[in-house]
């Protein structure tokens, strides 16, 4: 297959035996990698195209139902997948929205196609929907490894304990994935194709007739790939340098922010990997730590722990440990409504309840100590790993990600080793906030997010 040159080998899977057949054009199935460049899955379903003199197609399914999804996400989403839609045009491929079951708008788009390609997503529902497609297309069906660097299976086929595990494996095939595809462009122009069914105008209202959970407001953040890259740059010059010194002090703004673009596709992880490496400095290897190697081990997680959302996915050591101290006194206990209104007697946390409520993040390592305070202050471990999960997801930006299950799954001792036993962590790493008061943070932090929501 000569679609195969412009993109690695080892990123494409076959996911049925149907045959590329004649049909009206490639159809890109678009679902996580919201972005018109640096999207491999896109670069292939051109090569593909040009290869059979096709034009491409690229469909994005929009669901009102997307799992734990409100209007914070959609918002976001929306407004980059308008830019997206923009950039496409001007490349002079075709994009098309629908509104309805991501996988029922692909196959209908594929009763007219030649191949299906589609991106790569690693949680359940993503994985069902492509079985879904792959299963009922008429045809050859693709899927592009689009948001990892180095292929997930590649990189580990199974699951990993640590990240020490998996980052011996990435630094070894880092070289043949770290660098940028080529942007082809269409040989067919396909602006004038008539496509089955009816479409939705991006450029619109979409949201107002979209019956979603509308109960967390929308964020002040610009949404895209433009807005993405110049996040990037900002953070290349003015935080790379120093990050290896300032990511773990949440008194400075000294991390890149780009997980919400990550999240939702917006931005390829090989750009901003590249950017990094172009720039250099002794805050790269942290960062891309953080970018790749931990990014790509929440990756693993997901797809080879099938109990990945739930405490019955943690490790046995650390499940059990948690379990003897189920028990254990607690400083203080709290409703599920009081804390995540952020009324608890800890200032600290309070704040990071309401910088996440209000902006949609938590700075990194104030998520960690916001993710353990639940162990402490609620007498059940299984119950603490739900609601932190849930809260994380409703309100952060960047949720509803592998790296919410892997993080808040640290928290619970994912990925980590057991420490000395103490009372309510039992084996678990404890973090009780003491650095963070000495360090004076809660003077500042607190006084930036005393007020309570607006
Ligand atoms: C309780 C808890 C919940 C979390 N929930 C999420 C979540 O919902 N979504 C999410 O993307 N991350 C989550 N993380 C991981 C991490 O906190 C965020 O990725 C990071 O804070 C995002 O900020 P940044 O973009 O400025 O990161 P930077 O420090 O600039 O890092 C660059 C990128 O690397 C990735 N990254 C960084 N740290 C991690 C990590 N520990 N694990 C996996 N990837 C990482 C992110 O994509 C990030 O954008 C969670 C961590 C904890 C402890």
Request: aromatic fraction near 10%.
């Amino acid at each position: 297959m000569r679609s195969l040159e412009y993109v690695e080998r080892e990123r494409v899977q076959r996911l049925n035996s149907e045959p590329i057949r004649s049909g009206k054009y490639v159809l890109y199935w678009m679902q996580a990698a919201q972005r018109a460049v640096g999207n491999p899955a896109l670069t292939f379903a051109l090569a593909l195209a040009r290869e059979h003199r096709l034009p491409v197609v690229v469909a994005f399914g929009l669901t009102p139902r997307y799992p734990e999804a409100n209007l914070r996400h959609y918002a976001f989403m929306l407004a980059g997948l308008r830019e997206t839609a923009a950039a496409l045009r001007e490349r002079g491929v075709r994009f098309t929205l629908r509104i309805g079951d991501p996988p029922q708008v692909a196959l209908a788009l594929a009763s007219e196609a030649a191949a299906v390609v589609t991106d790569r997503g690693y949680l359940r529902h993503q994985r069902t929907w492509r079985a879904e497609v792959a299963t009922k297309a008429p045809c050859a069906v693709f899927q592009v490894e689009t948001e990892a660097v180095v292929p997930v299976e590649l990189a580990y086929p199974r699951e990993a304990a640590s990240a020490a595990v998996l980052r011996r494996r990435i630094q070894t095939l880092l070289p043949q994935f770290l660098r940028s595809l080529p942007e082809l462009e269409p040989s067919v122009p396909a602006q004038d194709l008539e496509l089955p069914g009816p479409e939705a105008d991006p450029a619109g209202d979409v949201l107002a007739e979209l019956a979603i959970d509308r109960s967390v407001p929308p964020v002040d953040l610009p949404a895209g790939t433009e807005a993405a890259r110049r996040r990037l740059a900002r953070f290349l010059e003015e935080k790379l340098p120093r990050y290896h010194l300032d990511r773990n002090d949440p008194t400075k703004d000294g991390t890149s922010g780009l997980s919400p673009y990550l999240h939702f596709g917006q931005i390829s992880p090989v750009e901003v990997a590249l950017g990094a490496k172009e720039v250099g400095g002794p805050g790269v290897e942290a960062f891309l730590e953080e970018l790749i190697v931990r990014r790509e081990l929440s990756f693993n997680f997901v797809l080879y722990n099938s109990r990945y959302d739930a405490f019955a996915g943690l490790p046995a050591w650390a499940r059990d440990s948690l379990r003897r101290h189920a028990n254990d006194p607690r400083p203080a206990l709290y409703t599920p409504e009081e804390l995540e209104e952020g009324r608890t007697d800890d200032p600290l946390w309070n704040a990071a309840q309401t910088e996440l409520r209000r902006t949609g993040k938590i700075h990194g390592y104030m998520r960690m100590y916001w993710g353990k305070q639940f162990l402490r202050w609620m007498q059940d471990p299984e119950a603490a790993f739900r609601l932190a999960l849930h809260l994380n997801n409703k309100y952060a930006l960047d949720g509803r990600d592998p790296a919410s299950c892997a993080g808040v799954g640290w928290c619970f001792g994912l990925h980590d080793r057991p420490f000395p036993e103490r009372p309510v962590f039992g084996r678990v790493r404890p973090m009780t906030g003491a650095g963070l008061r000495r360090r004076g943070l809660l003077e500042a932090y607190v006084a930036r997010w005393q007020g309570g929501l607006p």
